[in-house]
C-alpha cells in the first residue's frame, strides 16, 4: 500500500469516526448506545486485504473432498503446516501427559487450577522454550527465559510490542510483501500504521538501503514517526532467508536511526532448502548494535503445526518492554493446562530433533513437487528454501497488469479453477499478478489436485488467449 492509501483508509476511517453509526433497533425517540468509534474504525478499515480472508473462508466453507466435494475449492491460502501432524498426534496418541515427578509440585492440579504467580508464561515452560529454540536455532543462539514473554499465539506478541513501542499514528515500516496479518496486528488495538517499502521482482523482492532511506524520509517529511522496522525471517510470503549482510544492513539503519527492529522469526527451523537462516538474535549482541532496539518473535504454532494451541512469544533485550509486556501478558496468558501438556511434549528432547528433522525433510519433498508443477505450468516464481509458502506470479500468464486485473483473477481461481492463493495486493506486492501459494496445509493427493488445476488453466489460457 502507498503512503497515498494509507491516507485515504485513516481518511475512510476518520469518516467512520464521525459518523454515529450504531445498529440498535432502539425505540425511536429514546437514545442509542453507540459503539467505540475504535471499533468501528477496524469494521471499516483496510479493505485490500479482505479477500484474504474471504477467500480462507470460502475454500473452508467448500472445501475439496476427493469423495464427498471433487468440485470444491483447495485451500492453498493458509499457512498452515499439516505435513507432520501425524508425528505429533501419535506422540499425543502415545504419551501421558500428566506431569512428569521432576515438575509435579509446580504443574499439579491444584497448582495449575489457581491463579498463576506469572502471566507470561510459567518458568518452567519458558525454560522449556527456550531450550527448543536452541534446538531450532542450531545452538547458535542462546535463548534466555527471563527476556521472554509468553503470549496467546504470535499475533498477542507482535500486537503488545506494537502497544510497547508506538502511539497512535506513528509508523512502523515493513518491507513487502508482507504476512497479511500484520495489517490486523499492528493498526487493530494499537492504531500504529503500516508503511509498506515496496521490493521489485528484478531483485527477488529484497530489502535494499535505498528503498528503507526513500520511505522513511517519505514519512518523515509527512510529519510521521517512524518507530520500527517490522520483518518477517524468513520471509512470510517469500519463502526465503535473509543473508547475514542483509541483516547487518538493515540493523546498521535502525541503529543509525534510532528506531526499532521487530524480526519475525516464527518460520526458523522451516528452512529445507540450502540456504542458512541467520537470526538477528545472533547479530544484535555484537558491537556497535544496540540489543535493546531488537525484539525478536516467535512461537510454536508454525514448527510444530499446532496454531490451535495458542503459544508464541516476544524476546526482548529492552528491560523497559520486557516489563509493559508481562503486564499486559493479564489479557493474553496461554491458559496453565495447555502449558501443563506442552511441558510434556518439549521435555522430550529426542522426540523432538527427530520431528525437526523429519518435518524439514517432508517440507522438501512436498516443494519440490510443487516447484517442477510451476515449472511445467511455466510460472516464474521466487526460489523457495523456508516456510510453508513460495511466491509466485500466476499473473504473468494471463496478461495481468494492475491491481483491479489480478483480483479478477483471484476470483476466478477461487471459483471456477478451485484453488485459493493469496492475493499480491493483500501482502502490499506493488507488482500485480503475484500470489502466494501455501503448500503445508493439504495431503500428497489433494496437493497434486490442486496443482494439476493449475496446470490446466495454465494450458487453457495459453491456448486460448488472454481470459480476464
Ligand atoms: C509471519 C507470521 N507471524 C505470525 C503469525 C501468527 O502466528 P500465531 O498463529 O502464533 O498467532 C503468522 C501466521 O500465519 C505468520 O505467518
Redesign the pocket.
Given at each position: 500500500m502507498h503512503w497515498m492509501d494509507v491516507k485515504m483508509v485513516r481518511a475512510k476511517m476518520e469518516d467512520v469516526n464521525s459518523t454515529n453509526a450504531t445498529w440498535s433497533n432502539q425505540e425511536p425517540g429514546l437514545p442509542s448506545a453507540s459503539v467505540a468509534k475504535r471499533a468501528l474504525a477496524i469494521i471499516g478499515g483496510d479493505k485490500s486485504v479482505e479477500p484474504y480472508y474471504k477467500g480462507w473462508h470460502e475454500a473452508q466453507s467448500n472445501a475439496y473432498d476427493a469423495m464427498v466435494n471433487p468440485g470444491g475449492c483447495i485451500q492453498l491460502g493458509?499457512?498452515?503446516n499439516k505435513l507432520s501432524l501425524d508425528l505429533l498426534e501419535q506422540w499425543f496418541s502415545t504419551h501421558n501427559t500428566a506431569p512428569a515427578p521432576e515438575f509435579e509440585d509446580t504443574l499439579n492440579f491444584k497448582a495449575i487450577a489457581g491463579y498463576p504467580d506469572v502471566y507470561h508464561g510459567l518458568l518452567v515452560f519458558r525454560k522449556l522454550i527456550a531450550k527448543f529454540m536452541d534446538e531450532v536455532y542450531g545452538g547458535v543462539v542462546t535463548f534466555n527465559p527471563e527476556k521472554m514473554v509468553v503470549?496467546?499465539?504470535?499475533?498477542?506478541?507482535?500486537e503488545i510490542l506494537a502497544f510497547c513501542l508506538a502511539d497512535p499514528g506513528d509508523v512502523f515500516l515493513v518491507p513487502a510483501p508482507?504476512?497479511p496479518?500484520?495489517d490486523r496486528?499492528i493498526n487493530f488495538r494499537s492504531q500504529v500504521d503500516l508503511v509498506p517499502v515496496p521490493g521489485l521482482s528484478e531483485n527477488e523482492f529484497s530489502i535494499t538501503r535505498a528503498g528503507l532511506e526513500q520511505v522513511f524520509d517519505e514519512s518523515e517529511n509527512r510529519g510521521k514517526k517512524v518507530k520500527a522496522i517490522l520483518m518477517?525471517s524468513p520471509s512470510?510470503?517469500l519463502g526465503k532467508t535473509y543473508s547475514k549482510d542483509e541483516l547487518l544492513m538493515i540493523l546498521d539503519f535502525v541503529r543509525e536511526k534510532g528506531i526499532h527492529l521487530i524480526c519475525?522469526e516464527?518460520?526458523a527451523g522451516s528452512v529445507f532448502g540450502t540456504s542458512e537462516f541467520v537470526s538477528i538474535a545472533e547479530l544484535v549482541l555484537a558491537p556497535p548494535f544496540e540489543p535493546s532496539q531488537v525484539h525478536v518473535?516467535y512461537?510454536?504454532?508454525?514448527i510444530l503445526g499446532i496454531?490451535g494451541f495458542?503459544?508464541?512469544l516476544l524476546y526482548t533485550w529492552n528491560d523497559q518492554v520486557l516489563d509493559a509486556a508481562k503486564r499486559l501478558t493479564r489479557f493474553t496468558s496461554v491458559p496453565t493446562l495447555t502449558q501443563q501438556i506442552l511441558v510434556s511434549l518439549l521435555s522430550d528432547r529426542q522426540f523432538l530433533h527427530s520431528y525437526l528433522s523429519e518435518n524439514q525433510k517432508r517440507l522438501r519433498a512436498r516443494w519440490n513437487t510443487v516447484k517442477h508443477a510451476l515449472q511445467e505450468a511455466g510460472l516464474p516464481f521466487i526460489p523457495c528454501t523456508a516456510?510453508f509458502y513460495c511466491w509466485v506470479n500466476i499473473g504473468q500468464t494471463v496478461g495481468v497488469t494492475s491491481k483491479e486485473q489480478e483480483h479478477n483473477l483471484w476470483r476466478k481461481l477461487l471459483y471456477e479453477v478451485g484453488v485459493n492463493v493469496t492475493l499480491g495486493s493483500a501482502c502490499q506486492c506493488t507488482e500485480p499478478g503475484w500470489f502466494r501459494l501455501c503448500f503445508a496445509f493439504v495431503d500428497d493427493k489433494t496437493m497434486a489436485v490442486a496443482l494439476d488445476r493449475i496446470k490446466k488453466f495454465c494450458y487453457s489460457v495459453r491456448q486460448n488467449g488472454r481470459c480476464l
Open positions: 493458509l499457512s498452515e503470549t496467546t499465539g504470535a499475533t498477542s506478541a507482535i508482507y504476512y496479518g500484520f496486528d518477517t512470510n510470503p519475525d516464527i518460520y518473535i512461537g510454536l504454532s508454525k496454531p495458542r503459544v508464541g516456510g
